[in-house]
């Protein structure tokens, strides 16, 4: 297992088009979290799975925005109608059940919406 | 809600100087966490601080945690031009039993050589 894997590296959308992200944590690893991250801020939480379930969603998190993990795999994130201010780093991290263990993040998708 | 404050958001130090960044909650934490995020590369977990007054050491890096858990610090002594990056804190954030962690606002670090 080489660790958290992100596809695509980079996304170029035009404004309303559709993406979606992939994100395949490490395989023992049972949470997996979504984040965000624009330049010269720190990563901002969007959501995070237990296993297949999404145990909290941002408040910040539009309806534009949905994420699924089925079977407690892989996880997508999908962002609809995008907009010039969804431009960011979306970073996915997962770390093992216990709560207070460390997170191991992917390289992260950068997303540029023109 | 909770928020995780940093100082100072950036800092430039001459190699061999030393560097501390401080990272303070409006809440007392259970636990708290540093990463390290080098320009264009993604967070890496250096350290987890539990207990309080909690002190841990890493070669030049030394983290604190505080005696009310409600700051910590990490400082790094003579800097090199490795150090390079931003330094994040990230703290556990409870709703309801579930645990996300929230992020620090950074320390950027500048080593000139």
């Known amino acids: 297992d080489t660790g958290v894997s992100q596809n695509p590296r980079h996304k170029i959308t035009k404004r309303g088009q559709n993406v979606t992200f992939r994100c395949d944590p490490i395989?023992?690893?049972?949470?997996l979290y979504w984040y965000r991250q624009t330049l010269g801020q720190g990563p901002e939480f969007l959501t995070y799975?237990?296993?297949?379930?999404?145990?909290?969603k941002s408040r910040l998190l539009s309806d534009r925005f949905s994420a699924e993990r089925p079977k407690g795999s892989f996880s997508t994130l999908e962002i609809q109608r995008t907009e010039q201010g969804d431009s960011a780093m979306y970073l996915c991290?997962?770390?093992?059940?216990?709560?207070?263990?460390?997170?191991?993040f992917g390289q992260g998708t950068r997303l540029t919406v023109v | 809600g909770q928020q995780v404050m940093q100082i100072p958001q950036y800092q430039h130090v001459q190699e061999g100087e030393d560097f501390t960044t401080y990272c303070n909650s409006s809440?007392?934490?259970?636990?708290i966490q540093w990463y390290k995020q080098r320009p264009g590369g993604h967070p890496v977990f250096l350290i987890q601080?539990?207990?309080?007054?909690e002190v841990k050491k890493q070669k030049r890096l030394t983290f604190q945690f505080g005696e009310a858990k409600k700051n910590s610090s990490l400082h790094i002594t003579a800097t090199q031009t490795t150090d390079v990056g931003t330094y994040f804190c990230?703290?556990?954030?409870?709703?309801?039993?579930?645990?996300?962690?929230?992020f620090g606002t950074g320390t950027r670090l500048k080593v000139l050589a």
């Open positions: 991290a997962s770390s093992y059940l216990n709560p207070s263990t460390e997170a191991f």
């Open positions: 395989s023992e690893h049972n949470r």
């Open positions: 799975f237990q296993n297949e379930a999404q145990l909290e």
């Open positions: 809440t007392t934490l259970s636990n």
């Open positions: 601080l539990v207990k309080s007054g």
């Open positions: 990230a703290a556990p954030h409870s709703t309801s039993g579930t645990y996300k962690y929230i």
